[in-house]
Nanobody, 125 residues
Framework: QVQLVESGGGLVQAGGSLSLSCAAS????????MGWFCQAPGKDREYVAA????????YYADSVKGRFTISRDNAKSTVYLKMNSLQPEYTAGYYC??????????????????WGKGTLVPVSS
């Protein structure tokens, strides 16, 4: 089992930035590709970004390219999501995910083996 705990969510004004963290425990962190998903009220959970086990490769949904940055620190068993230029349409719960599959494959949430409980990011206009 892998336990994932997100932190860093909170209210942010449009145009602002926010950094999320996800601390993992339970199994060897570097054995898993990591990712972030978001779920807006009344909508399905959607892929945001993923990062390979070593951190050498990153992947993004088209909607966040150039705006969000995913990174990881294997020594700290933590994955991060830096979000810039936030707009109200990014209001959602943000969920950390771990997969034994490849990072490229995490664009399909069926590839996810473990989920965090999420952290809320409301963006005010």
């Amino acid at each position: 089992q892998v336990q994932l705990v997100e932190s860093g969510g909170g209210l942010v004004q449009a145009g602002g930035s926010l950094s999320l963290s996800c601390a993992a425990s339970g199994r060897t962190f570097s054995n898993y590709a990591m990712g972030w998903f978001c779920q807006a009220p009344g909508k399905d959970r959607e892929y945001v970004a993923a990062i390979s086990r070593s951190g050498g490769s990153t992947y993004y949904a088209d909607s966040v390219k150039g705006r969000f940055t995913i990174s990881r620190d294997n020594a700290k068993s933590t994955v991060y999501l830096k979000m810039n230029s936030l707009q109200p349409e990014y209001t959602a719960g943000y969920y950390c995910a771990a997969a034994s599959d490849t990072a490229r494959g995490m664009c399909n949430k069926r590839a996810v083996d473990y989920w965090g409980k999420g952290t809320l990011v409301p963006v005010s206009s």
